[in-house]
T-cell receptor, first 111, second 122 residues
Framework: DAKTTQPPSMDCAEGRAANLPCNHS???????VYWYRQIHSQGPQYIIH???NNETNEMASLIITEDRKSSTLILPHATLRDTAVYYC????????????FGTGTRLQVTL | ETGVTQTPRHLVMGMTNKKSLKCEQH?????MYWYKQSAKKPLELMFV???????ENNSVPSRFSPECPNSSHLFLHLHTLQPEDSALYLC?????????????????????FGNGTRLTVT
């Protein structure tokens, strides 16, 4: 599985957009990019995933570069409840198994 | 989200005890997973069940014994644990590609996690 690199921590002011970067330079053509987040003492929560096109849902937007070597998760209007550890994960197509978690980015949303 | 329910939420056990963790999913999924999250470490995959058959065992010690009686329930039986086994144990489920599905390469169902059981071994 391709590895991902994320900054260990980021801060964001409440109401502003939070842009969380992820590098996955060894991603292969059949691997999706997934984003999860984990709020303290809870299980990881699925946010969004994509293959090569940009994706948007009610929680966030996912921007994947054309060469697919990096991506950005965008929370358009961060709130205090978005404070969490965010995980970027690369997962092969066709297997409903195995999300391999790294250490993620700890996002702190402040007033 | 209440799609994946884990009980108990907290468990304290001695090293000689036997206990079981329970996971139930209400999402109609056919694959279930156990993950372990130790303090300041990434989540580690322990076991994967697909269609009630174990398809992955990540070199987990035999003092952890999983059981999947049907596609909605998953157990983790614990015996003679060590203090270093203290961790958050997380269950997840997803929809695996069904047998006979010829649409190869297209299936990618997100995993949905429960809120875990916080286990302390004394």
């Amino acid at each position: 599985d391709a590895k991902t690199t994320q900054p260990p921590s980021m801060d964001c002011a409440e109401g502003r957009a939070a842009n969380l970067p992820c590098n996955h330079s060894t991603i292969s053509g059949n691997e999706y990019v997934y984003w999860y987040r984990q709020i303290h003492s809870q299980g990881p929560q699925y946010i969004i995933h994509g293959l090569k096109n940009n994706e948007t849902n009610e929680m966030a937007s996912l921007i994947i570069t054309e060469d697919r070597k990096s991506s950005t998760l965008i929370l358009p209007h961060a709130t205090l409840r978005d404070t969490a550890v965010y995980y970027c994960i690369v997962r092969p197509t066709g297997t409903a198994s195995k999300l391999t978690f790294g250490t993620g980015t700890r996002l702190q949303v402040t007033l | 989200e209440t799609g994946v329910t884990q009980t108990p939420r907290h468990l304290v056990m001695g090293m000689t005890n036997k206990k079981s963790l329970k996971c139930e999913q209400h999402l109609g999924h056919n694959a279930m997973y156990w993950y372990k999250q130790s303090a300041k470490k990434p989540l580690e995959l322990m076991f994967v069940y697909s269609l009630e058959e174990r398809v992955e065992n990540n070199s987990v010690p035999s003092r952890f014994s999983p059981e999947c009686p049907n596609s909605s329930h998953l157990f983790l039986h614990l015996h003679t644990l060590q203090p270093e086994d203290s961790a958050l144990y997380l269950c997840a489920s997803s929809q695996d590609r069904s047998q006979g599905d010829l649409n190869v390469g297209s299936y990618n169902s997100p995993l949905h996690f429960g809120n875990g059981t916080r286990l302390t071994v004394t």
